[in-house]
C-alpha cells in the first residue's frame, strides 16, 4: 500500500473515516455506510469524504485495503512454530477467525478489487506458500506447492463464507476442524511415518530442496524441476 505521513492532518482524517466506515460496516452492515452517516459520525463535512475518497465507493476501497492490511498484518512471522505443519494450521486458524469475527468486511475484501487490496492479498499468499515450503522441505508435503496452496486457499475462503451465511445459533462449529482435516488428507503425508512414502512425497520434497542444489546449473535444476512437478502431478492421491 502506498506511504502516507501519519502526522499530516489530512492523513488523520482519512484514517479517521476508515475506522467509522469500517465500524459501521462491522455493526450495520454495507448499506449504513454512506457518506452521510459516516460524516456525521466521525464528525467531520460530507465534502471531506469526497475530496480525499472521491465518492462512497473510493471509501469502500480503502476500507477494503485497511482489511487486508489488518489480516496480513495479524499473521505470525514465517518460522514461528518449530513444526511447519503446526505452522499452517495456525495459519488456517487465524484466517477463519478473522472471517468470523469481521464477517461484512470479509464478505467486501472478497468482492471488491483495489491495486493496493490485491497487492496485500497476494503478500497474505506469499506467506502461505512461504510455510508451504518449509512444509515441504520437512517431507511432509504430497503435493506441489501450487496445488497445496490453491487447495487451502480454496477451501478455507469457502468454509468462512458458509460458516458467515449460517445463523449463528445455527452455526455448524465442527465444519471448519472437518475441512483442515480434510485438506490435511489431500497434500499432507502421515506424521507417523519417518521415511518419505511415495515417489509424489519424494518428487515434492526433493523440488524444495532445489534451490540449494548448487552442483547443478540454473537450466538443469529448471529442468529437475519440471520433471519433479511432473512426478508429483501424476502420482497425486485423491484426498
Known amino acids: 500500500?502506498?506511504?502516507?505521513?501519519?502526522?499530516?492532518?489530512?492523513?488523520?482524517?482519512?484514517?479517521?473515516?476508515?475506522?467509522?466506515?469500517?465500524?459501521?460496516?462491522a455493526s450495520q452492515g454495507p448499506d449504513a455506510v454512506t457518506t452521510r452517516s459516516v460524516a456525521l459520525a466521525a464528525g467531520v463535512q460530507a465534502p471531506t469524504i469526497y475530496r480525499l475518497f472521491?465518492?462512497?465507493?473510493?471509501?469502500?476501497?480503502?476500507?477494503?485495503e485497511h482489511g487486508w492490511a489488518s489480516y496480513v498484518a495479524s499473521k505470525p512471522p514465517v518460522g514461528a512454530d518449530a513444526d511447519p505443519v503446526e505452522g499452517l494450521r495456525a495459519g488456517w486458524e487465524l484466517?477463519?477467525?478473522?472471517?468470523?469475527?469481521?464477517?461484512?468486511?470479509?464478505?467486501?475484501?472478497h468482492t471488491v478489487c483495489t491495486p493496493d487490496g490485491q497487492a496485500?492479498?497476494?503478500?497474505?499468499i506469499r506467506m502461505l506458500q512461504a510455510r508451504l515450503h518449509r512444509v515441504a522441505q520437512a517431507g511432509r508435503l504430497r503435493v506441489t506447492e501450487r496445488?497445496?496452496?490453491?487447495?487451502i486457499h480454496a477451501v478455507g475462503t469457502g468454509v468462512v463464507f458458509t460458516l458467515i451465511d449460517?445463523?449463528?445459533?445455527?452455526?455448524?462449529?465442527?465444519?471448519?476442524?472437518?475441512?483442515?482435516?480434510?485438506?490435511c488428507a489431500a497434500i499432507l503425508t502421515d506424521a507417523s511415518t519417518a521415511a518419505i512414502t511415495g515417489p509424489a512425497a519424494a518428487a515434492v520434497t526433493l523440488r524444495a530442496a532445489l534451490p540449494g542444489l548448487t552442483a547443478l546449473t540454473a537450466a538443469e535444476r529448471a529442468l529437475l524441476g519440471d520433471w519433479l512437478d511432473r512426478i508429483a502431478e501424476s502420482q497425486r492421491v485423491p484426498g
Open 95 to 109: 484466517h477463519v477467525g478473522f472471517g468470523l469475527a469481521n464477517p461484512e468486511l470479509f464478505r467486501l475484501m
Open 54 to 64: 472521491g465518492d462512497k465507493s473510493g471509501l469502500l476501497d480503502a476500507v477494503v
Open 1 to 25: 500500500m502506498r506511504e502516507q505521513d501519519p502526522g499530516s492532518p489530512r492523513d488523520r482524517t482519512r484514517a479517521q473515516l476508515v475506522e467509522v466506515a469500517a465500524e459501521l460496516l
Open 120 to 124: 496485500t492479498a497476494a503478500a497474505g
Open 147 to 151: 496445488r497445496a496452496a490453491g487447495l
Open 166 to 183: 449460517q445463523a449463528e445459533d445455527e452455526r455448524d462449529e465442527t465444519l471448519a476442524d472437518t475441512a483442515w482435516e480434510s485438506v
